[in-house]
Nanobody, 115 residues
Framework: QVQLVESGGGLVQPGGSLRLSCAAS????????MGWFRQVPGKQRELVAA???????NYADSVKGRFLISRDNAKNTVYLQMNSLKPEDTAVYYC?????????WGQGTQVTVSS
């Protein structure tokens, strides 16, 4: 059974930082591209950042220079370091594991940026 468990969300003031974690089980972690997506009510889920099994990364233009995705294959965990947070970063953040046609999702963690 595949499980992706996110943690680290919460309420933060504009300009602050948060670090999201996603612990994976039930998959051969180092073979998967791992990603973070986010969704706000009434909008489509969007890619925030992704990291391949080889360590290549890509980011949404809106978060470049502020967010950093990383992975620890020994711990089966992917991270999203979010700095200089803005109110428009407020969303539910979802962890994703992708390999070929296989895609798995976490349950999501709420990030709220507000003063």
């Amino acid at each position: 059974q595949v499980q992706l468990v996110e943690s680290g969300g919460g309420l933060v003031q504009p300009g602050g930082s948060l670090r999201l974690s996603c612990a994976a089980s039930g998959i051969i972690f180092n073979m998967y591209t791992m990603g973070w997506f986010r969704q706000v009510p009434g909008k489509q889920r969007e890619l925030v950042a992704a990291i391949t099994s080889g360590g290549n990364t890509n980011y949404a233009d809106s978060v470049k220079g502020r967010f950093l995705i990383s992975r620890d294959n020994a711990k089966n965990t992917v991270y999203l370091q979010m700095n200089s947070l803005k109110p428009e970063d407020t969303a539910v953040y979802y962890c994703n594991a992708q390999r070929w046609i296989n895609a798995h999702w976490g349950q999501g963690t709420q990030v709220t940026v507000s003063s």
